[in-house]
């Protein structure tokens, strides 16, 4: 790709902002993942298992390391445990700076996950539809 494309193409185009200052924290939450991002990860996510799109798990992006991340869709996915009952302010300034670059965020309790994955995962699926639709 030439210099001068590349001036005009967005950070989140050309590496989606990874910050690689946040690599070891995210490799240790990989390694520490909760029961709800196991079966969301496992059961939905994986192996390209939701529309044939390509996850990531616990991927620094910009200041933050999101739950998941597809690129192609520019899509993160949160996870919510019983911190962020105590963290909205946090989480909402997080989400506006995420959004201001360009990403979609769709947050689910991890209760959700747990409860009833099924309906997360029909969630997701519908997500994915509409945001393919905007694409074409």
Known sequence: MSGILKLYMTSAETNNEYNKNLKEKA??????????EVL???????????RGYQFLRQRPIKNYIVDFFCKKLMLIIELDGEIHR???SKDNK????????????????????LDNLY???KTLEYLIDNLENDLN
């Open 86 to 88: 105590f963290q909205k």
């Open 94 to 113: 997080r989400e506006a700076d995420l959004r201001k670059s360009g990403y979609i965020i769709v947050r689910f309790k991890n209760r959700e996950i």
């Open 27 to 36: 490799r240790a939450l990989r390694t520490n993942s909760t029961l709800a």
């Open 119 to 121: 309906n997360v995962q």
């Open 40 to 50: 969301l990860w496992d059961k939905v996510l994986r192996k390209k298992q939701l």
